[in-house]
Nanobody, 128 residues
Framework: QVQLVESGGGLVQAGGSLRLSCAGS????????MGWFRQVPGKEREFVAA????????YYADSVKGRFTISRDNAKNTVYLQMNSLKPEDTAVYYC????????????WGPGADFGSWGQGTQVSVSS
């Protein structure tokens, strides 16, 4: 089982940038597609971005397309989310998680997938 720890959040002004990191443990990290999600109090967690196990395919929510970039370094067991042109509506706790279907998937898992447990997340706050 892959264990994940998110980091890199903080407070930034609108228009600024942040890079989030998701560090995974376990030698199987590199064979799972990974995703970033975010949640604000009182709302459901929402999908932000996903990347296939090899890094060859990426998927984005329409709200972040063109501003956020997901990438991974399997040698470092880490997935990144580069966030540019941040907006106040990007304020949320950001989480990462591994593809719940299992290893070696190259397509996006789709809405409604059951990810089971979640980590602590990292807070991103964007001021106007």
């Amino acid at each position: 089982q892959v264990q994940l720890v998110e980091s890199g959040g903080g407070l930034v002004q609108a228009g600024g940038s942040l890079r989030l990191s998701c560090a995974g443990s376990g030698r199987t990290f590199g064979i799972y597609a990974m995703g970033w999600f975010r949640q604000v109090p009182g709302k459901e967690r929402e999908f932000v971005a996903a990347i296939s196990w090899s890094g060859g395919s990426t998927y984005y929510a329409d709200s972040v397309k063109g501003r956020f970039t997901i990438s991974r370094d399997n040698a470092k067991n880490t997935v990144y989310l580069q966030m540019n042109s941040l907006k106040p509506e990007d304020t949320a706790v950001y989480y990462c998680n591994a593809d719940p279907r299992g290893p070696y998937y190259t397509d996006y898992w789709g809405p409604g997938a059951d990810f089971g447990s979640w980590g602590q997340g990292t807070q991103v706050s964007v001021s106007s």
